[in-house]
């Protein structure tokens, strides 16, 4: 195998100006300049900013050239292939001057074969064509417009969305190969096509494989399948066919089944593809397995995701892209991504019909860190032309060959339709027969069963119910509490039983983030430009920071346009915290004993851009508050407080753990930042993959309106505390209610904080006199494995900061609370 990798050149012409690369022959008055493969057109302007090629907004007006020259590998096998693993978008492709190949999708893998045009040199040149060009050709009329996107004629293109969506990112469309090429040679036989179909039945492995090889030499061979140090033949005989088609089961006994990483270990087993001739052995493909059974349990109208019998409580976000620019980004940056999820207890990443279907690493990531996957075929909002001809054959392809691309992979439990197709049109009052056509309704699902059977298939998000977007039946969006500014009881009234979306907010960026957009913390004089990181739906006269400012005023009383005004680094402390109180409010609900919701996914996992965006890790991977807020309440041991109103508060005690959990459940009231009002403990026991429910006044032994819900006078505490401890006295979790909406008042406070060095990074130490509120940790280049958590008075906090790629030999950490004044230098001991 040859990667097609270097000595890459690139130039841009007019749209349709040449129609084969005939002019290159000739002096161009423009040199090409280098360019990455894989990679996009877009990423060229981003690595040289002054180079001549276009704006970012308008590079599909162009045609754009690709070429590189490449020499007849050394080995003279008989069988060559071109392999291109990703075209965006519409691609015409040369060898040696011969038109091999027309591209038309950018989510499919094309192959060719080269045998007989391959010279000692060569050339290989790829001109994407401008898809604006092509958007203008007239095209049958849709039955509804989307606002999405400002062309309709997207429809009939298997493109990434991308760049087209105004309100939520940059215009940079994804043009270019941004998968990687390859020559591939083969002597005597090659593997055409491989689909692995791994699955648990109680303790056994099933392996469903399905395999295709071309002969080019008639010899004895054996073709094997090794897993679990066990061999299996799959074939044994002579090639004298031109192909060899396998279709086969293995039962591996007693095996160890592959779980989310909240419920359990996710193991994987490595396998291997090989074929033996002549006493020599050639591995096709090599990977990993895993074992698991996907149910979905739908009693009593439930969503319930069952992961080898057990029910699951999905919660994470929706995934965007590694790198909105290259749209595949470095490894190390996705397992960066990928660990910080899984350390926030998410156990579900939801890829949307808006994005592209992620790169192999990215699910091999998943396998590895049990990270369940929620995958949309790619396809949103739009009535897609699935009756054409051309484009039927198209979509059927793509789908083919990303299930069996995909479908070795445990961590991919639910296949979706589509994003949004079944809303939109309901919402545009098309009547309900147009709203699942056949293919998403009858021929998808049947795809996926064919290809992958043991998965969860869901004909589009949202849908079911009277209206597809109602909240109560099936799976939903959820933006009650978020875009539609409701009340956090509002999450109880919508009865969500799975919310594939929801908890929109702007949510704003640690400091050095706004000061790379900005270059300072003004966000009056520079507006403009902060304005261009914070989404908004199209056509809407409110953005989604407008949205957490509703909240940041409920929640603390105060003006947001004038705190913005008067203290902006006040005003950004209390924004940050604003949504990530909501959203832990929200889950907390969603995991309490009174809920029948099966799981929610965080509009956004990560930012496209730096900026305000929907993620909850900006665009360099940095968390925000809210990541630390939903850390604090997803976690499989876990604690949650609800407030039943004059019933007070509730404590929920988690355990989705295969181990039973010990330890003590203990219930504190402050008033005055440091006066205990009532203060009780309880030793507990919580069952694997179970919970307990304890009411506070319980637990206190007597009447304290601990919800503040009989309003007997003034509230006789501020702060209500509730901590689950392990049986060696260690705060696993600890969550707050708060009974009035205000700011905390600076105070002044002893504070007692240090910092050393411990293994692989400085364990900090805190501890204060009064309650702190919403301590945020500040030290660059260094990642806290908590922040912006509320102290206790009298009870130390242990913090662990690790470095990233860039941290200093010695750094200085800083702290804050948001009632206190300033920041304060941490001493840093030997």
């Known amino acids: 195998m040859m990667e097609l990798s270097k000595q890459w050149r690139i130039q841009k012409t007019q749209s349709g100006q040449h129609e084969n690369p005939d002019w290159m022959k000739t002096t161009h008055p423009t040199p090409p300049l280098l360019a990455t493969v894989p990679g996009t057109v877009a990423q060229l302007l981003v690595d040289s900013p002054h180079s001549p090629l276009a704006s970012i907004s308008d590079l599909d007006e162009y045609d754009w050239w690709y070429f590189c020259d490449f020499d007849l590998p050394e080995n003279r096998s008989r069988h060559h292939e071109l392999v291109f693993d990703g075209l965006a978008t519409l691609a015409d492709i040369w060898l040696n001057g011969v038109l091999i190949l027309n591209a038309r999708n950018m989510f499919l893998q094309y192959r060719v074969d080269v045998s007989e ?52 990112a940059s215009s940079a469309k994804p043009i270019g190969p941004w998968k990687g090429i390859r020559l591939e040679s083969a002597e005597t036989v090659k593997l055409n ?117 057990q029910s699951i409580f999905a919660r994470g976000a929706v995934w965007t892209v590694n790198d909105l620019i290259s749209l595949t980004g470095t490894t190390d940056d996705l397992r960066l991504a990928l660990t910080l999820a899984r350390d926030a207890g998410m156990n579900m990443l939801r890829i949307s019909g808006t994005m592209l279907y992620e790169q192999d690493e990215f699910y091999n990531l998943c396998d590895e860190l049990g990270i369940m996957i ?20 198209n979509i059927t392809r793509e ?30 009052g098309i009547p309900e027969e147009y709203w699942r056509n056949k293919w998403f309704g009858a021929e998808l699902p049947e795809l996926v069963h064919q290809l992958h059977e043991n998965s969860v298939y869901v004909p589009s998000t949202p849908s079911e119910g009277t209206l597809p977007f109602y909240t109560s039946e099936g799976v939903t969006h959820y933006y009650g509490v978020g875009a539609y500014r409701r009340d956090i009881q509002d999450t109880r009234r919508a009865d969500v039983k799975f919310a594939s979306e929801c908890l929109g907010f702007a949510n704003v960026p640690e400091d050095k983030t706004i000061i790379k957009l900005l270059g300072d913390l003004d966000l009056t004089s520079n507006q403009p430009l902060w304005k261009s990181g914070v989404p908004k739906d199209n056509g809407s006269d409110w953005d989604f920071e407008d949205v957490r400012d509703h909240y940041l005023r409920e929640l603390f009383d105060v003006d947001p346009d004038e705190l913005k005004n008067t203290d902006i680094a006040r005003y950004l402390l209390l924004a940050r915290i604003a949504s990530g109180e909501m959203m832990n409010q929200v889950f907390s609900e969603w995991r309490s004993s009174n809920s029948n919701c099966g799981g929610g996914l965080v509009w956004f996992y ?3 851009l730096p900026g305000a965006g929907w993620g909850v890790l900006d665009s360099d991977n940095t968390p925000k508050a809210a990541y630390y807020y939903l850390k604090r309440t997803l976690q499989p041991v876990s604690l949650v407080i609800t407030d039943e109103g004059l019933q007070g508060l509730h404590l929920h005690a988690i355990n989705e753990s295969p181990r039973p959990f010990t330890g003590l459940l203990e219930f504190r009231m402050l008033q005055n930042e440091n006066v205990t009002v009532a203060r009780a403990a309880k030793e507990i026991s919580i069952a694997p993959h179970s919970s307990i429910t304890i009411h506070a006044e319980e ?67 805190i501890l204060s006199d009064r309650f702190l509120h919403a301590v945020q940790i500040k030290c660059e280049g260094f990642l806290p494995d908590n922040n912006y958590f509320h102290l206790m008075p009298g009870e130390p906090r242990l913090v662990k900061l690790k470095p990233a790629s860039h941290a200093s030999e010695i750094p200085q950490i800083f702290m804050r609370a948001a009632n206190t004044r300033e920041f304060i230098k941490i001493l840093i001991r030997d």
């Not at 961590?411 to 049109?425: F, K, L, M």
């Open 117 to 168: 045009r391959l010279q000692e040199k060569n050339q290989l040149v790829i001109c994407f064509r401008s898809l604006a060009n092509a958007l203008k050709e007239k095209k049958s009329r849709p039955k509804w417009k989307t606002r999405l996107v400002e062309q309709q004629n997207l429809r009939w293109f298997r493109t990434s969305l991308l760049g087209y969506i105004s309100g939520w």
């Open 193 to 309: 096509d491989l689909s692995l179909q791994p699955w648990a039945n109680q303790t056994d492995g099933h392996i469903k494989i399905a395999a295709d090889f071309s002969c080019y030499q008639s010899q004895p061979c054996e073709i094997i399948f090794e897993i679990n140090n066990k061999k299996h033949v799959l074939f044994s005989g002579t090639t004298q066919d031109k192909h060899i088609r396998i279709n086969e089961k293995i039962v591996l006994p007693q095996i160890q089944t592959w779980n989310p990483h909240t419920h359990g270990n996710p193991k994987l087993y490595q396998y291997s593809l090989s074929i033996q001739f002549d006493g020599k052995e050639q591995v096709l493909q090599n990977g990993q397995l895993g074992f698991r059974d996907v149910k979905l349990n739908r009693n009593d109208h439930l969503f319930q995701l069952q992961i080898n019998g």
């Open 374 to 393: 929620w995958q949309d075929f790619m396809f949103s909002n739009m009535d897609y032309p699935v009756t054409d001809e051309a484009f039927h054959e």
């Open 399 to 428: 789908v083919t060959y990303q299930l069996k691309r995909l479908s070795a992979h445990p961590c991919i439990v639910i296949y979706c339709g589509n994003n949004e197709i079944e809303q939109q049109a309901a919402m545009m």
């Open 606 to 608: 990560k930012d496209l």
């Open 699 to 765: 637990l206190l032994g007597g009447f304290y309106d601990t919800a503040y819900a009989y309003r007997f006078g003034p509230p006789k505490h501020d702060v209500a505390c509730g901590s689950l401890k392990n049986s060696a006295g260690e705060i696993i979790c600890q969550q707050f209610h708060f009974p009035l909406k205000k700011t905390f008042p600076h105070i002044q406070a002893e504070i007692e904080a240090a910092a050393w060095w411990k293994d692989d990074g400085y364990q900090l130490s």
